[in-house]
């Protein structure tokens, strides 16, 4: 039972945004940007954002070597290019739009290790850069030149490094998006969560944590904005979720002869040091059906598969200790590209970020706010 008032002021929106990631909070900034005047509400089902916005390892990259070169398999060296440019694009708009202070971001260099089986990838680093010569005017890869200083398994035979990638604090950059909604007078609700989209009509009914009350509110416009749980409200699309483990050292004993975020194995595994610690995470290639998954669980097989790596591979000879592990849910498809499209006469849709949220969540966020404001 709710009061005139309750009912008079929080149910009907001119922009109802459903998730509260980096996509759905750039949605609502920047549609808030385009029309001040407008009422926006953004409902997210957990306290923080569920999908993977705060659960990643907080990579600020665009594609090692090898993922770029496995894209080829798949899509023409003009989507490759475009795909690179999004993704390298979106990281500067969110340092230029948010400083790299908030971000705590630094600019470390992204590097790839390359084992005996993919060192064939080096071969192909001049062609590479010059494929991404007019974006970024300068070569973005080259080899390490004394690979062995980094104390890494004799396993390791070349390292490649990115002059253009860091790492930023995902839970920062959130804390940056809810601070500039706050100032723009956007609502958020937690632990709503939306269990139907009326499309057409703007409709979208929810229920509270404790699932024993259904909210209605009305939108003139709706954003789903939910990447891998969008297909509960959207039955009808391709996307796939694609669960990410990430586990995290206690302190370690010694300084770590290396800094920068590092990726291996075609960019499935990924590793940084932060705050003395080891975070390493990824491996959902090691068993992709498992991991197409909405449970918040570990996959042994997974998890064995990193701990391996990280004994054997990253920190040989070293003895430390795992503290904690989580798991963020991302969303694929048959394409990389983002998809932002309508799906009915009030509501759009932007999904399918494929693990690259930190570099395009604010720019897939802009771009859906320009098609709601033609709808």
Same mark, same amino acid.
């Given at each position: 039972?709710?009061?005139?008032?309750?009912?008079?002021?929080?149910?009907?929106?001119?922009?109802?945004?459903?998730?509260?990631?980096?996509?759905?909070?750039?949605?609502?900034?920047?549609?808030? $940007? &385009?029309?001040? =005047?407008?009422? !926006?509400?953004? *409902?997210? +089902?957990?306290?923080?954002?569920? @999908?993977? %916005?705060?659960?990643?390892?907080?990579?600020?990259?665009?594609?090692?070597?090898?993922?770029?070169?496995?894209?080829?398999?798949?899509?023409?060296?003009?989507?490759?290019?475009?795909?690179?440019?999004?993704?390298?694009?979106?990281?500067?708009?969110?340092?230029?739009?948010?400083?790299?202070?908030?971000?705590?971001?630094?600019?470390?260099?992204?590097?790839?290790?390359?084992?005996?089986?993919?060192?064939?990838?080096?071969?192909?680093?001049?062609?590479?850069?010059?494929?991404? $010569? &007019?974006?970024? =005017?300068?070569? !973005?890869?080259? *080899?390490? +030149?004394?690979?062995?200083?980094? @104390?890494? %398994?004799?396993?390791?035979?070349?390292?490649?490094?990115?002059?253009?990638?860091?790492?930023?604090?995902?839970?920062?950059?959130?804390?940056?998006?809810?601070?500039?909604?706050?100032?723009?007078?956007?609502?958020?609700?937690?632990?709503?969560?939306?269990?139907?989209?009326?499309?057409?009509?703007?409709?979208?009914?929810?229920?509270?944590?404790?699932?024993?009350?259904?909210?209605?509110?009305?939108?003139?416009?709706?954003?789903?904005?939910?990447?891998?749980?969008?297909?509960?409200?959207?039955?009808?699309?391709?996307?796939?979720?694609?669960?990410?483990?990430?586990?995290?050292?206690?302190?370690?004993?010694?300084?770590?002869?290396?800094?920068?975020?590092?990726?291996?194995?075609?960019?499935?595994?990924?590793?940084?040091?932060?705050?003395?610690?080891?975070?390493?995470?990824?491996?959902?290639?090691?068993?992709?059906?498992?991991?197409?998954?909405?449970?918040?669980?570990?996959?042994?097989?997974?998890?064995?598969?990193?701990?391996?790596?990280?004994?054997?591979?990253?920190?040989?000879?070293?003895?430390?200790?795992?503290?904690?592990?989580?798991?963020?849910?991302?969303?694929?498809?048959?394409?990389?590209?983002?998809?932002?499209?309508?799906?009915?006469?009030?509501?759009?849709?932007?999904?399918?970020?494929?693990?690259?949220?930190?570099?395009?969540?604010?720019?897939?966020?802009?771009?859906?706010?320009?098609?709601?404001?033609?709808?």
């Amino acid at each position: 039972m709710f009061s005139y008032w309750e009912q008079k002021n929080f149910f009907g929106y001119d922009l109802i945004v459903i998730g509260s990631g980096f996509t759905g909070l750039s949605t609502a900034i920047n549609y808030k $940007k &385009k029309k001040p =005047k407008a009422s !926006v509400l953004v *409902l997210e +089902k957990g306290v923080f954002p569920t @999908g993977a %916005s705060t659960k990643n390892a907080g990579f600020a990259c665009f594609g090692s070597l090898t993922e770029i070169l496995d894209d080829f398999w798949g899509m023409s060296p003009k989507e490759v290019t475009a795909l690179v440019e999004r993704r390298y694009m979106g990281l500067q708009q969110i340092r230029k739009n948010f400083g790299d202070a908030r971000l705590r971001y630094q600019h470390t260099h992204g590097f790839e290790l390359l084992e005996a089986e993919n060192i064939a990838a080096a071969d192909q680093i001049g062609e590479v850069n010059k494929m991404l $010569k &007019k974006l970024f =005017k300068k070569d !973005v890869f080259s *080899l390490v +030149k004394r690979p062995e200083k980094l @104390g890494f %398994s004799d396993r390791v035979k070349l390292v490649v490094e990115n002059n253009f990638e860091g790492e930023l604090d995902p839970g920062a950059y959130l804390g940056a998006l809810w601070e500039k909604a706050s100032l723009m007078g956007i609502r958020i609700l937690t632990g709503v969560s939306v269990v139907e989209v009326q499309k057409d009509e703007g409709i979208v009914l929810a229920e509270n944590s404790g699932k024993n009350k259904v909210f209605e509110f009305k939108g003139e416009k709706v954003a789903i904005c939910t990447n891998a749980f969008s297909k509960k409200l959207w039955p009808e699309s391709e996307l796939e979720p694609g669960r990410g483990l990430v586990l995290l050292s206690k302190p370690l004993a010694e300084k770590l002869p290396w800094k920068g975020s590092f990726h291996m194995d075609k960019g499935f595994v990924y590793f940084r040091e932060i705050d003395g610690r080891l975070l390493l995470g990824g491996a959902r290639n090691k068993d992709f059906e498992k991991e197409k998954s909405l449970d918040f669980e570990t996959n042994p097989k997974i998890k064995s598969h990193l701990e391996n790596l990280a004994k054997e591979v990253i920190l040989p000879g070293k003895n430390f200790e795992w503290d904690m592990e989580w798991t963020g849910i991302m969303a694929f498809g048959p394409k990389k590209s983002p998809l932002i499209q309508s799906i009915g006469k009030k509501t759009a849709v932007a999904v399918r970020l494929g693990g690259m949220g930190v570099a395009i969540g604010w720019q897939v966020g802009k771009e859906l706010s320009q098609l709601l404001s033609k709808m």
